[in-house]
């Protein structure tokens, strides 16, 4: 088992940039696929960006695509977020997500797909 925390989030105006963080508790970090996704009020949750368990395959939602990055730290257990160029729909509590993987370096775009939930962080972009 796994728990999720992520950091990083809060008020920036637009075109400005956030990078959030999610720290992982246990020993196994490497073999898990994460996954970030998104949820304002009365939407559904949105995914954002994938990232396989060892870093070398990434998705991204066309929304996000050319100015958000994934990445992660296996050493570190965190995987990141950078946040760039920034817009006001960009405004959503951000959740990261992890998946058991085992040695498959496979990431997943669906929120189903996934065990372990962070609680999330705010990020909040003003016009």
């Known amino acids: 088992q796994v728990q999720l925390v992520e950091s990083g989030g809060g008020l920036v105006q637009a075109g400005g940039s956030l990078r959030l963080s999610c720290a992982a508790s246990?020993?196994?970090?490497?073999?898990?696929?994460m996954g970030w996704f998104r949820q304002t009020p009365g939407k559904e949750r949105e995914f954002v960006a994938a990232?396989?368990?060892?870093?070398?395959?990434?998705y991204y939602s066309d929304s996000v695509k050319g100015r958000f990055t994934i990445s992660r730290d296996n050493a570190k257990n965190t995987v990141y977020l950078q946040m760039n160029s920034l817009k006001p729909e960009d405004t959503a509590l951000y959740y990261c997500?992890?998946?058991?993987?085992?040695?498959?370096?496979?990431?997943?775009?669906?929120?189903?797909?996934?065990?372990?939930w962070g609680q999330g962080t705010q990020v909040t972009v003003s016009s």
């Open positions: 997500a992890g998946k058991y993987v085992g040695a498959f370096n496979s990431a997943y775009v669906s929120g189903g797909s996934y065990e372990y």
């Open positions: 246990g020993r196994t970090f490497s073999s898990y696929a």
């Open positions: 990232i396989s368990r060892n870093g070398g395959s990434t």
